[in-house]
Nanobody
Framework: QVQLVESGGGLVQAGGSLRLSCAASTRTFSSYAMAWFRQAPGKEREFVAVDRGYVGMTYYADSVKGRFTMSRDNAANTEYLQMDSLNPEDTAVYYC???????????????????WGQGTQVTVSS
């Protein structure tokens, strides 16, 4: 099993920034695709972004494109989500998820990912 632990959430004003972290326990971190999803109260979990585990293969939901950036620190077994220009619509619990990078899968579908963190709350005030 792979354990994932998110951190970095909090309360921020509209227009501000946060950086979320997802620390993974696996010894083969570089061979995993890492994704971020979010879920607001009463809504379905939605796709935010994914790092497919290959150079140049990072994809973002239209709602966050140009504002959010994923990056990976292999030495630290950590995936980051830099969130800039936050707005109240970004308020949600943010989850990181992982699966082996090999092969094809539906990037935006929650049940394509095998491992999940506990989530971290992001609240953006107006």
């Amino acid at each position: 099993q792979v354990q994932l632990v998110e951190s970095g959430g909090g309360l921020v004003q509209a227009g501000g920034s946060l950086r979320l972290s997802c620390a993974a326990s696996t010894r083969t971190f570089s061979s995993y695709a890492m994704a971020w999803f979010r879920q607001a109260p009463g809504k379905e979990r939605e796709f935010v972004a994914v790092d497919r585990g290959y150079v140049g293969m990072t994809y973002y939901a239209d709602s966050v494109k140009g504002r959010f950036t994923m990056s990976r620190d292999n030495a630290a077994n950590t995936e980051y989500l830099q969130m800039d220009s936050l707005n109240p619509e970004d308020t949600a619990v943010y989850y990181c998820a992982a699966r082996p990078r090999n092969g094809s899968f539906r990037r935006t579908t929650s049940n394509e990912y095998y491992y999940w963190g506990q989530g971290t709350q992001v609240t953006v005030s107006s």
